[in-house]
């Protein structure tokens, strides 16, 4: 898996999370946080990314892993 972060455009710099999924393999977990990424953001970016690919992904809730965001690669 590698962070992929924006190169061009107005978010120069800031990840880029669907190009980040696109490098995560089955099974593999990227742990970010809220200060990095927005959590509704990944969520949706994990469920239409998954439509289109056929790729599952688990986003996790930052509450329950105190303030971390968990996103795994199920299928």
């Known amino acids: 898996m590698e962070v992929i972060k924006h190169t061009t455009g107005g978010h120069i710099g800031a990840i880029s999370v669907v190009n980040t999924l696109r490098t995560m393999a089955v099974g593999e977990q990227w742990t970010t946080n809220m200060q990095e990424v927005d959590f509704n953001y990944c969520q ?12 599952r992904y688990q986003v996790s809730s930052p509450r329950e892993f105190e303030g971390k965001i968990v996103i795994t690669r199920v299928e």
Do not use: P
Not at 45 to 51: D, E, K, T, W, Y
């Open 44 to 55: 949706v970016c994990a469920s239409r990314f998954g439509l289109t690919s056929g790729r």
